[in-house]
């Protein structure tokens, strides 16, 4: 079974801090994602990355880096976060030239106070 | 603009009902569609997919039903059982690598 491990299942953050989001897979996957969820307008996709080092940036990047230094690593980064940022953060990955299945990490839920 | 659209936000069934939920895209040139399902605080799991060369895929108690002329596909499920109450999110890929997300449809299942 693809297993995404989340770093933080909960996070609570001040305006104006650099948060760390980290996401591993032990599935060998080239590709990974990093989305937010908000009621309403389902899954957005922020960054994704098709290989190490390799980034493209999704429909939500403002605001957002992300880093992948090792293959099985993407992180998420907020800068200076920012109340509007407050939501569900999932990670995914995917075998490139595979199935388009994703495999999601349990997800951390991220409010900017 | 979404791509993916599901114009019901929420749906309540008897269990061992019928539970459908509908989905409408835009971009004729989609040739594959999954349906996620979502529990609160756990991440999507994919629950069944349908080529666009196909108009019905059956898995179990879940059906797709996929209508290219009107842009439209169905997820079945009968009959319906309280654990499926959950968030069920249809998607497309999207340039190959990524996927593009309807909005979600929560279903609540009533014992």
């Known amino acids: 079974d693809v297993k995404v491990t989340q770093s933080s299942r909960y996070l609570v953050k001040r305006t104006g801090e650099k948060v760390f989001l980290e996401c591993v897979q032990d599935m060998d996957h080239e590709n990974m994602f990093w989305y937010r969820q908000d009621p309403g307008l389902g899954l957005r996709l922020i960054y994704f990355?098709?290989?190490?080092?390799?980034?493209e940036k999704g429909d939500i990047p403002e605001g957002y880096s992300v880093s992948r230094e090792k293959k099985e690593r993407f992180s998420l980064i907020l800068e200076s976060a920012s109340t509007n940022q407050t939501s569900m953060y999932l990670c995914a990955s995917r075998r490139a030239g595979g199935a388009y299945e994703q495999y999601f990490g349990p997800g951390t839920r991220l409010t900017v106070t | 603009d979404q791509q993916v659209k599901q114009n019901s936000p929420s749906l309540s069934v008897q269990e061992g009902r019928i539970s459908i939920l509908n989905c409408d895209y835009t971009n004729s040139m989609f040739d594959y569609f999954l349906w996620y399902k979502k529990y609160p605080a756990e991440g999507p799991t994919f629950l069944i997919s349908i080529s666009s060369i196909k108009d019905k895929n059956e898995d179990g108690r879940f059906t797709v039903f996929l209508n290219k002329s009107a842009k439209h596909l169905s997820l079945h499920i009968v009959p319906s059982q309280p654990g499926d109450s959950a968030v069920y999110f249809c998607?497309?890929?999207?340039?190959?690598?990524?996927?593009?997300f309807g909005g979600g449809t929560r279903l609540m299942v009533k014992p």
């Open positions: 998607a497309a890929p999207l340039q190959g690598n990524m996927l593009t």
């Open positions: 990355s098709y290989d190490v080092k390799m980034k």
